[in-house]
């Protein structure tokens, strides 16, 4: 009888054994996979957050583009109906005593906008007045070589304007800079006799209408031609250059396939997003940029193509906005992990009281029957 007992004992403690490895064997996989699948779950949550944070930085500089490109396309619109309106004056049509003082006036009441100054030159192209932020009178240069001239000369259309190609201005208070002329000609009884024009500074353009639609203190605005020359950069050594040259210039990694694809954005009419690697300066290095880009439609008033405002803001900014939630999804993650741990140990805790607990009794049963 007794060792009937004893056998039936070693074979139910040898049970529980097997029971207890095989439950501690299932707990330990049901850990392993909770936690590796919540560490995937996070993992594919960032891709979707970070996506989705993107796409919103994108959204957002777009509206900032399409806002700038608005604003500046109403702007040029005013101040060329105004040039316009101005060409057709008595003072300036037979120019004398009063036209200097009409084109100081002229200055006085636009001097919050970005106006180097206004000339208004001869049926020759030569400056004959010119009235500027300086309050000099740089009188005599030659422009019958510039676009917007020879063009107003072979069509004199009374009460129109051009805008001219992007140039670099040669008088006054401009001188240096990359301007931008709004012509309109001047005709007297029925002839060409010269041109009205003003100098539009580029670059304080650029800082009066769109600086402040930054997105962030990294966030860089740009205006570039269809050609790829850049008009308007936070660096001055870009200012007047060939981006496509430059960029072949570099001899950076994957640059054919950098220019194709600004080459396509820039000819074509329109808005356009890029999400790209471009070297950034001063330092040259590759950097990851969110682009926005919209046309600035100048086609009616200009002989050149339509010109780009591109805002671009580094990745990194972006994903300032996403910190946040990747924190709370990592805590979330170690919470989760946590209650599986702890869930994990107290039923392995359970498991070995009650088995201690099963031991004892029959150990104490084997005992009194003995």
């Known amino acids: 009888m007794r060792n009937i007992i004893y056998a039936t004992y070693n074979y139910l403690s040898g049970f529980k054994r097997f029971a207890s490895k095989k439950v501690n064997k299932i707990i330990i996989i049901l850990v392993v996979i909770s936690s590796f699948g919540a560490c995937i779950f996070y993992y594919v949550s960032q891709g979707v957050y970070e996506k989705s944070v993107v796409e919103q930085m994108l959204h957002r500089e777009q509206v900032v583009s399409r806002a700038g490109t608005?604003?500046?396309?109403?702007?040029?619109?005013?101040?060329?109906?105004?040039?316009?309106?101005?060409?057709?004056?008595?003072?300036?049509?037979?120019?004398?005593?009063?036209?200097?003082?009409?084109?100081?006036?002229?200055?006085?009441?636009?001097?919050?906008?970005?106006?180097?100054?206004?000339?208004?030159?001869?049926?020759?192209?030569?400056?004959?007045?010119?009235?500027?932020?300086?309050?000099?009178?740089?009188?005599?240069?030659?422009?019958?070589?510039?676009?917007?001239?020879?063009?107003?000369?072979?069509?004199?259309?009374?009460?129109?304007?051009?805008?001219?190609?992007?140039?670099i201005s040669q008088m006054g208070a401009s001188k240096g800079k990359y301007i931008v002329a709004l012509a309109s000609p001047v005709v007297t009884n029925g002839q060409f006799n010269g041109i009205l024009a003003v100098s539009l500074i580029l670059s304080d353009l650029a800082d009066k209408y769109l600086d402040p639609l930054k997105i962030s203190p990294q966030t860089r605005v740009y205006m570039i031609d269809s050609n790829g020359v850049i008009m308007h950069s936070p660096f001055s050594n870009l200012i007047g250059v060939n981006y496509f040259?430059?960029?072949?210039?570099?001899?950076?990694?994957?640059?054919?396939?950098?220019?194709?694809?600004?080459?396509?954005?820039?000819?074509?009419?329109?808005?356009?997003?890029?999400?790209?690697?471009?070297?950034?300066?001063p330092n040259f290095q590759l950097k990851r940029y969110l682009i926005a880009v919209s046309t600035v439609d100048i086609s009616t008033f200009s002989n050149s193509l339509n010109w780009k405002l591109a805002i671009a803001t580094p990745v990194d900014?972006?994903?300032?906005?996403?910190?946040?939630?990747?924190?709370?999804?990592?805590?979330?993650?170690?919470?989760?992990?946590?209650?599986?741990?702890?869930?994990?140990?107290?039923?392995?805790?359970?498991?070995?009281?009650?088995?201690?607990?099963?031991?004892k009794e029959g150990f104490n049963n084997a005992k009194e029957k003995k």
């Open 70 to 167: 608005t604003a500046m396309e109403s702007f040029l619109k005013l101040l060329g109906n105004q040039i316009a309106n101005y060409s057709t004056r008595g003072t300036i049509v037979d120019s004398g005593t009063n036209t200097q003082s009409d084109l100081d006036l002229f200055m006085k009441i636009w001097k919050e906008e970005p106006i180097g100054g206004i000339i208004l030159t001869d049926k020759n192209g030569v400056v004959i007045y010119n009235s500027n932020r300086l309050g000099t009178r740089d009188i005599g240069s030659d422009i019958s070589d510039r676009d917007y001239f020879k063009s107003l000369k072979s069509s004199s259309k009374e009460g129109e304007f051009i805008i001219g190609s992007p140039v």
């Open 245 to 281: 040259e430059y960029l072949n210039k570099s001899n950076l990694k994957d640059s054919d396939k950098i220019i194709d694809s600004l080459d396509v954005i820039l000819r074509t009419s329109g808005e356009s997003k890029l999400d790209i690697f471009l070297p950034a300066e």
């Open 317 to 359: 900014d972006a994903f300032l906005f996403l910190y946040p939630y990747s924190s709370f999804s990592i805590v979330y993650l170690l919470f989760g992990l946590f209650i599986v741990l702890a869930f994990s140990a107290l039923i392995i805790l359970i498991i070995k009281i009650e088995m201690a607990k099963a031991y």
